[in-house]
C-alpha cells in the first residue's frame, strides 16, 4: 500500500508558475511510476504528465508540453510537477497516482494507476 499526498495548490496569475509535490509514504516508493492527472468542473480526468520509477522516461500530455515538467527524488519519497507559463485552462484538482510495475512502459491512463492522492486545486486567474 502507497499513500499519497499532494501539496502546492494554489491560486496564481496566468502566466505564473506553482511547484506541486506528491509525498508517498507507506510501501517502498522503488518501482513505482507516478503520473499527475487533472479534472476541471464538469469535465472529465484527464492526464498530465507521468515518470518512471528510474526517472529516466517521461510523458507528457500535448498540452503541457514545454510548459510542465516532472520530476522525482526517490530518497525524499517525492515527485514534483513545476508548471510554468500558466493559463487560465490549466485551472483544476490535480492527482498524484501510483502504480507499481517493473515495466519500462510508463502508463497515461488512469485505469492503470493504483493509488491516488486526495488531489490539490490549481486557480489560475486570466
Known amino acids: 500500500q502507497v499513500q499519497l499526498v499532494e501539496s502546492g495548490g494554489g491560486l496564481v496569475q496566468a502566466g505564473g508558475s506553482l511547484r506541486l509535490s506528491c509525498a508517498a509514504s507507506?510501501?517502498?516508493?522503488?518501482?513505482?511510476?507516478i503520473g499527475w492527472f487533472r479534472q476541471a468542473p464538469g469535465k472529465e480526468r484527464e492526464f498530465v504528465a507521468a515518470i518512471s520509477w528510474s526517472g529516466g522516461r517521461t510523458n507528457y500530455a500535448d498540452s503541457v508540453k514545454g510548459r510542465f515538467t516532472i520530476s522525482r527524488d526517490n530518497a525524499k519519497n517525492t515527485v514534483y510537477l513545476q508548471m510554468n507559463s500558466l493559463k487560465p485552462e490549466d485551472t483544476a484538482v490535480y492527482y498524484c497516482?501510483?502504480?507499481?510495475?517493473?515495466?519500462?512502459?510508463?502508463?497515461?491512463?488512469?485505469?492503470?494507476?493504483?493509488?491516488w492522492g486526495q488531489g490539490t486545486q490549481v486557480t489560475v486567474s486570466s
Open positions: 507507506g510501501r517502498t516508493f522503488t518501482w513505482h511510476h
Open positions: 497516482a501510483a502504480v507499481r510495475t517493473l515495466s519500462t512502459v510508463v502508463p497515461t491512463s488512469d485505469g492503470q494507476y493504483d493509488y
